[in-house]
């Protein structure tokens, strides 16, 4: 007859106290608070909590003593491959995890993607607040963040009263770079931009598709391009907008493949980034033209590899980004009163804008 195998039972914080001979609050200290024991006393410690298989204080239970989770939630409302394929979201993560890391607590992503409703993996999430990075004013997941009961920033959008908010100012930042297209000569312009609602819309973009985007930073620099193009001259129902709902520079190409087909006279395109840029670029290439000697192309963020291609665009700090949004929530306490924090952009000119062409000069289209 087979005996029943016998399994070692695991040791627990009162059996490891009771083989040291210590109390239960040096053997958690250890763990815990190890700046409470000398080192030779933790070292004792954990040297006999291998020994007898004694795994640590549960985390769980003690997020239930301390109601601590010792975490920060990040809602990124977008697959979770995103937030390590786009440079400026690795930026914003790297510098959000530098602040968790500084603090001594962990980072927990919270991917939701643009078509999912359903918010469970917010309520599930176990965080002590929340980063909300880039989302809609209409974002199911972030209103299932505000109905929690912790402090939560938001990175870039979008606004809410009473919320702490990190980034740049948007408004200033693109009044800037349409200036200098302005001084240029440019008045023919097309503009490619990120998605501006939930719906996918891979095309153009009417006005009042601008006006009611629920992405307030691409409304804001739209709203800032025409403000400025309109203040020398140019109507700006009759400039061309391409929205594209993915983010890659293979969308960027098609945009610009879309409106170039439709508006070949156009002398620039104004990119609301840098990755939509760079595959307008490539287009540009593609169709035998020439940046900027035929085409002007501009960006927005100011990642490394736009500045390798001599990008003209707005750079603005998206590590410095994430790492204010995590010391501004980890160090919230019973702040009362919302922070925003605007951080600076600058306009680099690069190599990619010139006067528009003139009319004498060849045209190297398809």
Known sequence: M?????????????????????????????????????????????????????????????????????????LLTENLSYAFRDPAAVGVLEGLALACEDAGVGLHLVPASPGREDVAAVHRAGVDGFV?????????????????????????????EGVDRVGPDDEAATVGLANHLVGLGHRQVGVLCMRLARDRNDGFASLRRQHEAH??????????????????????????????????????????RQLLDAHPSVTALVCT?????????????????RVPADLTVTGFDGIAEATRAGLTTVHQPVLEKGRAAGKLLLGAGDRVSPKVITLPTELRIGTTSAPPRTAEERWFGP
């Open 2 to 74: 087979n005996r029943p195998m016998r399994t070692r039972r695991q040791a627990t914080l009162a059996s490891l106290a009771a083989e040291l001979g210590v109390s239960r609050t040096t053997v958690s200290n250890a763990y815990n608070r190890p700046d409470q024991l000398s080192p030779e006393l933790r070292r004792r410690v954990l040297e006999t909590a291998r020994r007898l298989g004694y795994p640590g204080p549960d985390p769980v239970a003690r997020s239930l003593r301390t109601r601590k989770a010792g975490a920060v939630g990040l």
């Open 132 to 160: 909300v990075y880039s989302v809609p004013d209409d974002d199911p997941h972030l209103a299932a963040v505000l109905s929690r009961p912790v402090p939560t920033v938001i990175i870039d959008q979008p606004q809410v």
């Open 215 to 256: 992405y307030h930073v691409q409304r804001t620099r739209l709203a800032a391009l025409a403000k400025t193009f309109e203040k020398a001259g140019v109507d700006w129902a009759s400039v061309p907008v391409v929205e594209r709902f993915e983010h890659s520079v293979d969308e960027g190409a098609s945009a610009a």
């Open 273 to 289: 980034s840098d990755i939509l840029a760079l595959g307008a670029i490539a287009e540009v290439g593609r169709r035998g033209l």
